[in-house]
């Protein structure tokens, strides 16, 4: 089918990692995108990677692409009460992009 | 701020009225992509537009209609307003990016019209 999946809500404490999955549904999907949608704003392109990589770090954000499994992770290192957000994986098919339902990202303080 | 601007930012509508978003894409860019996120939902695509032409269209009714201007700006035209319309409509404007061998299309999101069908 069509959709990409993920979990609707992960809560961590501030300080700790947090590790957001999503599975996809294309093997030949050539890049993927996780996106940070804030309470009342539009979508925020945080990340994306090429199929040709199995790992992107920009900073505290690590990437993290198992291509056999179309399993996608995006882990936010020494997370803080600003990451809360809505973070949603997508990838493109044709010329649209095919979107999870997103993951709530709540921290603890 | 991604240089993508959207008007209005709220609207309020009753059934079967019609409504008309503006989008403005960010400098150089000539695709604007348009699409609904329903309140807890991922976004569904609506329909992209490449050069005044309409490119790709998702799976919306024909009341969901949309034009692109010469300046590459476009419109969401929206007929027959029903309740399940109240979304929140974002515009994308994209640029194409090569690397690595690979290339890819970045889409750059507006702030979004929050539309309320009453």
């Known amino acids: 089918g069509e959709d990409v999946e993920q979990s609707l809500f992960l809560s961590v404490r501030e300080g700790d990692s947090s590790v957001i999955n999503c599975t996809y549904t294309d093997s030949s999907s050539t890049y993927l995108y996780w996106y940070k949608q804030e309470p009342g704003a539009g979508l925020q392109l945080l990340t994306y990677?090429?199929?040709n990589m199995d790992m992107k770090q920009d900073q505290r954000l690590t990437v993290l692409l198992n291509k056999k499994d179309k399993h996608l992770s995006l882990r936010i290192a020494d997370t803080q009460t600003g990451d809360s957000a809505i973070y949603f994986c997508?990838?493109?098919?044709?010329?649209?992009?095919?979107w999870g339902a997103g993951t709530k990202l709540i921290i603890k303080p | 701020e991604t240089g993508v601007t959207q008007s209005p930012t709220h609207l309020i509508k009753t059934r079967g009225q019609q409504v008309t978003l503006r989008c403005s894409s960010q400098s150089g860019h000539n695709t604007v992509s348009w699409y609904q996120q329903a309140l807890g939902q991922g976004p569904q695509f609506i329909f992209q537009?490449?050069?005044?032409?309409?490119?790709g269209r998702g799976n919306f009714p024909p009341r969901f209609s949309g034009l692109q201007f010469p300046n590459y700006s476009s419109e969401l035209n929206v007929n027959a307003l029903e309740l399940d319309d109240s979304a929140l409509y974002l515009c994308?404007?994209?640029?194409?990016?090569?690397?690595?061998?690979?290339?890819?299309?970045?889409?750059?999101f507006g702030p979004g019209t929050r539309l309320t069908v009453l």
């Open positions: 997508a990838e493109p098919l044709n010329y649209q992009l095919i």
């Open positions: 990677i090429f199929s």
């Open positions: 994308a404007s994209s640029l194409h990016v090569s690397g690595g061998g690979l290339s890819y299309n970045e889409q750059f």
């Open positions: 537009y490449y050069r005044e032409e309409e490119n």
